[in-house]
């Protein structure tokens, strides 16, 4: 079936620093990729996306290529904000799997003045 | 704002009581889903519906029902609440407009069994 996996967190970071959040997925078929973000008290927003392989999603400075070689869809920004601190979601979406949304388990940012 | 609406937004209830949570969308999407999401387990699928009165389970749907009897509303039932049913729970729509086959989601409902 279909599975992703994400590191565990919280990741902690200061203000401006560089963040990366690893995504790894399996899937049957051509998945569609994705990051949600989840703000406190409040459901999750689709942050950006990738349809096909070698596409770059971006939105909001964040950046994720999708890489089909490495079934890899990691999280970068270059520089962080306090504004940032949430809790980031990897997903999929499959053919193989009736296009399900597929989650993993959530990394929490929390990001230091 | 996908149009979804859920409630009630915060829930208190007792052990084997009956408890129902609306998902009430004005999209008409045909896809909608039940999620629950726990520390440490991230969101995890209880049942879906693929149109009116088609419905699936999903990873964990185990004392949870749902119906659909109409496009826009989708019903979670717990047909008696246990203390390990106390979780946040999500609905969500999914597009299906070509490749947009991304997911939106309810402000969720904060259920507490006692």
């Known amino acids: 079936g279909n599975s992703v996996t994400q590191m565990e967190g919280p990741v902690t970071l200061s203000e401006e620093a560089f963040l990366t959040i690893n995504c790894t997925y399996t899937?049957?078929?051509?998945?569609?990729l994705f990051w949600y973000v989840q703000y406190p008290g409040e459901g999750l927003q689709l942050l950006l996306k990738?349809?096909?392989?070698?596409d770059k999603g971006s939105n909001k400075g964040f950046e994720a290529t999708y890489r089909k070689e490495t079934t890899s869809f990691h999280l970068e920004k270059g520089s962080v904000q306090v504004s940032d601190s949430a809790v980031y979601f990897c997903a999929l979406s499959a053919s193989g799997g009736s296009y399900i949304p597929t989650f993993g388990r959530g990394t929490s940012l929390i990001v230091h003045p | 704002d996908a149009g979804i609406t859920q409630s009630p937004r915060h829930k208190v209830t007792e052990t084997g009581t009956p408890v129902t949570l609306r998902c009430h969308q004005t999209?008409?999407?045909?896809?909608m889903y039940w999620y629950r999401q726990d520390p440490g387990h991230g969101l995890r699928l209880i049942h879906y519906?693929?149109?009116?009165?088609?419905?699936d389970k999903g990873e964990v749907s185990d004392g949870y029902s749902v119906s659909r009897s109409k496009t826009e509303d989708f019903l979670l039932t717990l047909e008696s609440a246990t203390s390990s049913q106390t979780s946040v729970y999500f609905c969500?729509?999914?597009?299906?407009?070509?490749?947009?086959?991304?997911?939106?989601f309810g402000q969720g409902t904060r259920l507490t069994v006692v």
């Open positions: 899937a049957t078929g051509y998945p569609s």
């Open positions: 990738a349809t096909k392989a070698d």
């Open positions: 969500a729509i999914r597009s299906e407009t070509g490749l947009n086959t991304e997911a939106f």
């Open positions: 519906s693929y149109g009116v009165k088609d419905t």
């Open positions: 999209e008409n999407h045909r896809y």
